[in-house]
Nanobody
Framework: HVQLVESGGGSVQSGGSLRLSCAAS????????IGWFRQTPGKEREGVAA????????YYASFVTGRFTISQDDVANTVYLQMNDLKPDDTAMYYC????????????????????WGQGTQVTVS
C-alpha cells in the first residue's frame, strides 16, 4: 500500500511560480509511475504530468508543456512539479497519484491508470 502526501500549494500572482511536492511512503516498488493531476469544481480531474521512477520517461499535458517540469528525488521518494509562468487557468486542486507500473505512454495522464491518490494541495493564481 502506498501513501502519498502533497505539499507546496498556495496563492501566487499570474506569472509566478510554485513547486509542488509529492512524498511517497509505504510499499514502493522499483518501478512506479507518479502522476500529477488537477481538478476544479464541476470539472473532471485532468492529467498534468507523469514520470517513471526508474527511468527518464516523462509525459506532459499540452497545456503545460514548457511551463511545468516533473522531476524526482529517489532518496527522498519525492516527486516534484515545478510550475512556472502560472496563469489563472492553472487554479485548481492538484493531486498526485501512483501506480506500480512503468509510464509507457500518454495513457498515464488518465485517472484510471492509477490506484493510489493523495489528498491534494490547492493552487490559486490571481
Amino acid at each position: 500500500h502506498v501513501q502519498l502526501v502533497e505539499s507546496g500549494g498556495g496563492s501566487v500572482q499570474s506569472g509566478g511560480s510554485l513547486r509542488l511536492s509529492c512524498a511517497a511512503s509505504g510499499v514502493i516498488g522499483s518501478s512506479m509511475c507518479i502522476g500529477w493531476f488537477r481538478q476544479t469544481p464541476g470539472k473532471e480531474r485532468e492529467g498534468v504530468a507523469a514520470i517513471s521512477t526508474n527511468g527518464d520517461s516523462r509525459y506532459y499535458a499540452s497545456f503545460v508543456t514548457g511551463r511545468f517540469t516533473i522531476s524526482q528525488d529517489d532518496v527522498a521518494n519525492t516527486v516534484y512539479l515545478q510550475m512556472n509562468d502560472l496563469k489563472p487557468d492553472d487554479t485548481a486542486m492538484y493531486y498526485c497519484a501512483a501506480e506500480a507500473a512503468f509510464c509507457s505512454s500518454l495513457l498515464y495522464l488518465r485517472t484510471r491508470a492509477y490506484t493510489y491518490w493523495g489528498q491534494g494541495t490547492q493552487v490559486t493564481v490571481s
